[in-house]
């Protein structure tokens, strides 16, 4: 059976949140998670949506405008109040359809901890209560980002702006208790590239507005989304493996090169023209040039500086011994690849053995290439590993880094060195940028309403009314 059905979807993630309708492959909108408020002189409030117009509000630095996020450091809503204007902002003016006319179908990160029933409260309540949604779905988005691309079990590595997020899903099963976070993402490279251009844009312009003292949330904002995000996807790059053994490996071919020199001197006096001419090509050492705009300037920093943002991530103790080598992404990767062939055959059992309640869509795929018949049965932790790391997803606008994807593959094949790795990358940048609201897409597009968890408002009412919403061993099961 098709359903000739039409849903609102929205994905609203920490950096941009983008709505649309799950009959268009593009969004209507794709608008920061946060808003400024501006206050007049009556003292009325006024929220700011929308990436220009806030580009063009924080512009103005009035010191009074502040920027507000909605998401927390999880990917998680705090800001209930302006997630309600947001979301009637995007209906109104963005998809131009009253909420009570279509399905709402919405994405939620999957944390490791126990899910948070009053967030599923809150969205209930904010989607049936207050815009008054015929029938309101949640997925979970990596779930979501892996059934979409036709896998059941996969290793869904999102690299957004408050983090990565390292999600291994077997059997349509996400096991939670292996999901691993890394509090190093985009957010912390804007910060990284403001900390290391600013000496420099100040040094040369002697600009004050560069200087921290005096920075309010509107100008830190406006440089995230001005000319930080051209940096990051103009200059930043990934080398292939670590940065310290790449230099290390230049300068020991600039010393054979220096070497050979030496001897062809000795060999012949006629060549030592050219041996004193000629130097090692070090490619770590080569120039790459950034317009800064707000100045009209050209910027210019070595490869290696370039590759140095990127490199924290991987390795976040080279910015303070504060930060653990444990909290780089290649060793929390093997730990949560670890950890999903430790917990798989526990998690199976107890999943199987939960009813159905108030909360977040789940499904056990049946869709997918790589469903290895084994759902019932136990399955090996190496077994376990080989799914994950033959189906590596790799998305989030972060990852656009150029490199990334092979970085990622060396940091998991030294820590996995039998096994095959594969992985999985859309080429398409802007399907990258929105592949958790694809996902989405595909959830709300499910040939039939009953392969998707979705819930009326009587559903609501009467779940309320029996209680179910406050068992949190039925939230463990739906969140999975
Ligand atoms: P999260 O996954 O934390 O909820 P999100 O889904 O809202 O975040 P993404 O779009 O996945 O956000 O990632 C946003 C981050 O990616 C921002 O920090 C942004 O500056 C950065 N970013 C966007 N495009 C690029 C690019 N081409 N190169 C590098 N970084 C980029």
């Known amino acids: 059976m098709t359903l000739n059905r039409k ?6 993630g920490s950096h941009r949140t983008v709505a649309g309708f799950s009959n268009v492959e593009l969004p209507q909108c794709i608008i920061p998670s946060s808003y400024v408020k501006r206050t007049d002189d009556a003292g009325k409030a006024k929220f700011i949506f929308g990436t220009y117009d806030m580009i063009d509000t924080t512009a103005e630095k009035r010191s009074d405008d502040e920027v507000y996020t909605l998401m927390d450091s999880q990917g998680l809503p705090y800001n209930w109040e302006a997630l309600e204007l947001q979301w009637r902002y995007m209906y109104e003016t963005q998809l131009k359809v009253s909420p009570e006319e279509l399905p709402l179908v919405i994405t939620m990160p999957v944390t ?6 009053s967030i599923l409260e809150h969205y209930y309540e904010l989607a049936f209560d207050k815009l008054k949604v015929p029938v309101f779905q949640i ?5 979501a980002i892996a059934l979409s691309m036709g896998k059941s079990s996969a290793f869904v590595i999102d690299m957004g702006a408050s983090g990565c997020n390292v999600t291994p899903i077997i059997d349509g099963i996400v096991v939670k208790n292996a999901v691993v976070r890394s509090k190093f993402g985009g957010d912390f490279l804007d910060f990284q590239v403001h900390e290391k251009l600013a000496p420099m844009i100040k040094e040369e312009n002697d600009m004050e507005n560069m200087a921290d003292e005096g920075k309010n949330s509107t100008d830190v904002w406006h440089d995230a989304n001005t000319w930080i995000q051209q940096f990051k996807s103009t200059m930043l790059q990934v080398s292939e493996k670590d940065l310290i053994e790449l230099e290390r490996y230049y300068k020991e071919q600039a010393e054979i090169f220096a070497r050979q020199q030496e001897q062809l001197k000795q060999m012949d006096q ?5 041996a004193l001419m000629g130097s090692p090509n070090n490619p770590l050492l080569q120039k790459k040039n950034f317009l800064f705009k ?4 050209t910027i210019t920093l070595d490869f290696k500086d370039c590759y140095e943002f990127a490199e924290y991530l991987f390795k976040p103790q080279l910015i303070s011994d504060k930060f653990s080598p444990e909290d780089g992404l290649g060793p929390l990767m093997a730990k949560s690849v670890k950890k999903a062939g430790a917990s798989i055959n526990s998690m199976k059992a107890n999943t199987s053995a939960n009813p159905n309640g108030l909360g977040t869509s789940h499904m056990h795929a049946t869709a997918g290439d790589n469903a290895n ?16 790391l033959t189906n590596i997803i790799i998305t989030g606008s972060s990852s ?10 060396k940091e998991l094949s030294i820590r996995f060195p039998q096994y095959k790795l594969t992985t999985f990358a859309n080429q398409v940048m802007m399907d990258r940028k929105i592949q958790g609201w694809l ?14 968890k979705w819930y009326s408002k009587e559903d609501y009412e009467s779940l309320k009314r029996d209680g179910k919403q406050s068992q949190p061993a039925n939230a463990s099961a739906n969140t999975n």
Request: hydrophobic share 40%.
């Open 400 to 409: 656009l880094i150029e490199g990334m994807e092979q970085r990622i593959i």
């Open 294 to 297: 707000p100045l009209n300037k």
């Open 7 to 12: 849903c609102v979807v929205i994905h609203n």
């Open 139 to 143: 997925v979970i988005e990596p779930l």
């Open 270 to 274: 006629q060549l030592q023209y050219t």
């Open 373 to 388: 018949g084994s759902s019932s049965n136990n399955i090996s932790p190496e077994q376990v590993y080989s799914l994950l």
């Open 439 to 452: 996902g989405a897409v595909t959830m709300a597009n499910l040939p039939s309403w009953n392969l998707g």
């Open 112 to 117: 490791n901890g126990k899910p948070d029933m």
